[in-house]
């Protein structure tokens, strides 16, 4: 019937119960709630008001934002350590720090609450964000399967939907493997390896001085200092000759495929193997993709021998799409 008033409680009085009304009943509606009651009578009361949970962003915004914007508020969010991170549309930037305070009153376990503002750039990988609530600290710990990863998203980057990827990869990896990380980032590639595998050596190479800085303090909070090196440098720039590697971790999708030489350098001579993340536009032919992977290791003077797994990682944006392969190399 649409006639209960929902923000008001309803009364017990001794024998009765009191119901709040939003408006009087018609005729037909008398009826059938006198056929469904033993007794009905209509009075005046004063109700006490019933705070209703608000469980999103477009109920609690529901009366601040024209219908148009409420179609368009984000119903997703990445999470790292205490801080959470929304992607808002263009057409929501005016209302941002509105969403970002109703978002807090909603989720108040975040200390921090940050919106994108502009794609990840340059060569320290780092993406610019707006504060929305919370600060004006943004250096956080993330927990990822055991491990802990002290960082500040405002200086390096990150990604915590990575997270089941760099599970994958662990398995398979065998005993007393060198691996050689390209691009580490605050480490969480080489230290969820060197937690999980017994590995000979890890070399985690950033050409982000706050990267490497992050990620010698999170080999030490895993305890890892045995298995990984650190190394402050441009990956694709260092000697041929300086590894001799089983395994390559190229985690840089905008420019792993013109590394792929290089990478290919640092294998032994008898080969191994080469995980590669590129970024491609959904329905790119794989067939293409794979052509163009086999001429960049030809260029060192490789051969691929396999493609031994591809996948989707992960979307990043409209038709945008972040795929592995696994690669073996001789």
């Known amino acids: 019937m649409g006639i209960l008033q929902k923000n008001m409680k309803i009364r017990p009085e001794k024998d009765d119960v009191i119901i709040p009304l939003s408006r009087f009943p018609s005729e037909n509606e008398i009826t059938i709630l006198k056929s469904k009651m033993d007794s009905l009578e209509f009075c005046t009361y004063e109700f006490e008001e019933r705070k209703i ?19 368009s508020l984000p119903r997703s969010y990445d999470v790292i350590g205490d801080i959470a991170i929304l992607e808002i549309p263009n057409e929501l ?54 491990c802990k990863f002290r960082l500040d998203p405002l200086k390096v980057y990150f990604s915590p939907r990575l997270s089941s990827e760099r599970q994958r990869v662990t398995t398979n990896i065998k005993k007393g493997e060198i691996i050689i990380d390209m691009f580490s980032g605050v480490g969480p590639f080489s230290i969820v390896i060197a937690r999980s595998c017994d590995v000979k050596k890890i070399y985690g190479i950033d050409i982000n001085p706050c990267a490497t800085n992050f990620m010698l303090q999170n080999i030490k909070i895993n305890k890892c200092q045995n298995k990984i090196t650190v190394i402050l440098a441009d990956s694709t720039k260092i ?20 590394a792929i030489p290089q990478a290919c350098q640092f294998l032994k001579p008898e080969g191994g193997f080469i995980h590669l993340y590129l970024f491609a536009s959904e329905g ?47």
Do not use: C
Request: hydrophobic fraction near 40%; aromatic fraction near 8%.
């Open 239 to 258: 000697p041929y000759d300086s590894f001799s590697a089983d395994r390559v971790i190229m985690n840089l999708p905008e420019k792993s495929l013109d």
């Open 53 to 71: 949970l608000k469980k999103n962003l477009s109920q609690v915004l529901e009366n601040k934002l024209p219908p148009n914007a409420l179609a």
């Open 93 to 146: 930037f005016k209302y941002r720090k509105m969403i970002g305070d109703s978002f807090k009153l909603l989720n108040p376990h975040y200390n921090t609450i940050l919106a994108k503002d502009g794609p990840i750039s340059d060569i320290f990988r780092v993406r610019d964000f707006i504060i929305l609530n919370g600060g004006p600290s943004t250096v956080t710990e993330h927990n990822e399967y055991g």
């Open 284 to 330: 790119t032919s794989i067939e293409i993709l794979s052509e163009h992977i086999r001429s960049k290791i030809k260029l060192s003077g490789r051969k691929l021998v396999a493609l031994e797994a591809i996948r989707i990682v992960k979307e990043i944006g409209p038709r945008e799409q972040q795929l592995a392969f696994d690669l073996k190399v001789d």
